[in-house]
């Protein structure tokens, strides 16, 4: 046994109503999935960045505790992994010192630079990395 609907209890207009949905809702979602993507790029960005920047740092650091530099061929080389690697932009403020931590010599080298931002919405704080080494004079 079969069951029909009995015509007269649907609707003539249902069908009718919901013609053009399918365009609205694709509207919705490509703008909600570009959002997203656009979201995961700035964050692969950004820790693209900080990686690269805290590289820089320990590589300067390594490079001011050689026994035969200082701090600034610290800075020098440090800038010179920045710049090879991302824009000069991110080299602009990078500092070296020499520290102690726990009664050992190191040579610090800190780079403060800006967070990357692909579109409007972004992080208006900059990154500070810092990168030690210890001294090979001790």
């Not at 649907?10 to 703008?31: C, I, K, M, N």
């Not at 999935?33 to 690269?52: D, P």
């Not at 001011?64 to 991110?90: H, I, K, M, N, Y």
């Amino acid at each position: 046994m079969t069951c029909r609907a009995d015509p007269a209890a649907v609707p003539q207009g249902v069908a009718r109503d919901e013609r053009g949905a399918a365009v609205s809702e694709f509207a919705l979602v490509s703008a909600l999935v570009i959002f997203v993507f656009l979201a995961v790029m700035q964050l692969g960005l950004a820790l693209h960045v900080r990686n690269t920047l805290t590289l820089a740092a320990s590589e300067g650091a390594r490079a001011g505790a050689r026994l035969d530099a200082g701090p600034q061929a610290g800075v020098a080389r440090a800038r010179e992994v920045v710049t090879g690697s991302l824009s000069a932009r991110f080299a602009e403020d990078i500092t070296a010192g020499g520290g102690s931590v726990d009664g050992v010599a190191v040579v610090v080298v800190t780079i403060r630079a800006p967070i990357p931002v692909l579109g409007p919405i972004g992080p208006d704080r900059g990154l500070t990395v810092t990168g030690r080494a210890f001294e090979e004079s001790q």
